[in-house]
């Protein structure tokens, strides 16, 4: 009779033990929510005040463009891309190295080649100037192309190409200060920007997040995939902002075969590694790993859980890139 007794009393201890770990845990991710509200919430403004300035400096480019483009060949325009399927294709500009001027030493370089700016009088600005010693002609080409599709206040806007002289290159806005570019890779691991590291807050990093967030719902919501979101390609301006930087590896989601990997890469989602075609719940893999790179550096537990989410090893798993942006729904 005593052992029963007993038996009833841990039964009971043990269910309110469960009652108040559920308790626990439910507190603990409505704080969260909450958290997460309330910091989406003020990016919101910070987006729309960015947004209205943003398309006041479009539609001043656009129209320079337009003026370039009247000059432009007809041969280059009407040029047709593999895979890249537009009805209305722009044409691109050819840069001449007499319409630019105070070229700057190298600031960046990768297996595409190397980057340094320039000032270009036209519109009184630096430039960068992307150079592809391996690309031919129509591969410069079409990165521009996409580029200047994905036209998005988050991606750097496209002033030209240079496909006239080898070694072919890209010119395309310059993010950054003092002829420099950071990228989220640079801001986490290197020393030399510890500085610049040190003076983002938790909001700054939330703002980078839903920029990137923004630009690639954006391509996605165009039928495309950027297939190779990682730290290295996104920039952070002086302002806090977020920029999402090269497109070669840009596909249609509707022709996006899989591909086999003879290197296991972090940023790629599992199922591509496994040779099955990327989507947009891969793309959302790969920016989830930075945002989860980001929540280990700056020990922000909101960033690290969302990128937990978001880079899980199952694709239905992962938040879509909406609920990325709207995590109120």
Request: glycine share 4%.
């Given at each position: ?43 919101r403004k910070d987006f729309d005040q960015q947004k209205r300035i943003a398309s006041k400096y479009y539609n001043k480019w656009k129209q320079c463009m337009l003026d370039i483009n009247n000059n432009f060949k007809k041969s280059e325009s009407s040029k047709v891309l593999p895979g890249l399927q537009v009805q209305q294709q722009k044409s691109l500009p050819n840069i001449e190295p007499d ?231």
């Amino acid at each position: 009779m005593g052992r029963s007794v007993e038996q009833k009393r841990k039964s009971r201890n043990l269910r309110k033990k469960r009652k108040r770990a559920e308790r626990y845990k439910s507190k603990r991710e409505e704080k969260v929510q909450t958290r997460v509200e309330a910091i989406v919430c003020v990016i919101r403004k910070d987006f729309d005040q960015q947004k209205r300035i943003a398309s006041k400096y479009y539609n001043k480019w656009k129209q320079c463009m337009l003026d370039i483009n009247n000059n432009f060949k007809k041969s280059e325009s009407s040029k047709v891309l593999p895979g890249l399927q537009v009805q209305q294709q722009k044409s691109l500009p050819n840069i001449e190295p007499d319409e630019l001027e105070n070229p700057s030493p190298c600031i960046g370089s990768g297996s595409f080649g190397q980057c340094r700016t320039w000032y270009y009088p036209r519109f009184d600005i630096n430039i960068v100037e992307k150079i592809m010693p391996d690309s031919n002609e129509t591969t410069v080409y079409k990165k521009a192309l996409y580029q200047q599709m994905f036209a998005h206040r988050c991606v750097p806007h496209v002033f030209g190409i240079n496909n006239t002289r080898k070694p072919y290159s890209l010119f395309m806005e310059f993010v950054g200060k003092d002829l420099q570019s950071l990228t989220i890779h640079k801001l986490l691991y290197d020393k030399q920007s510890m500085d610049i590291m040190g003076s983002m807050t938790v909001p700054d990093w939330f703002r980078v997040c839903y920029d990137i967030a923004n630009a690639l719902q954006y391509i996605h919501e165009k039928g495309f995939l950027h297939c190779d979101i990682k730290t290295n390609n996104v920039l952070v301006s002086h302002h806090k902002n977020g920029y999402l930087i090269d497109f070669g590896k840009v596909k249609q989601i509707a022709y996006a075969p899989g591909k086999k990997y003879a290197k296991v890469y972090n940023y790629i989602a599992p199922e591509v590694l496994n040779s099955h075609p990327p989507s947009p719940a891969s793309d959302v893999y790969s920016f989830g790993i930075i945002i989860k790179a980001i929540g280990e550096t700056i020990g922000d537990n909101t960033l690290l859980e969302l990128g937990q989410q978001s880079s899980s090893a199952i694709p239905a798993q992962r938040p879509s890139m909406i609920r990325l942006l709207k995590p109120t729904s």
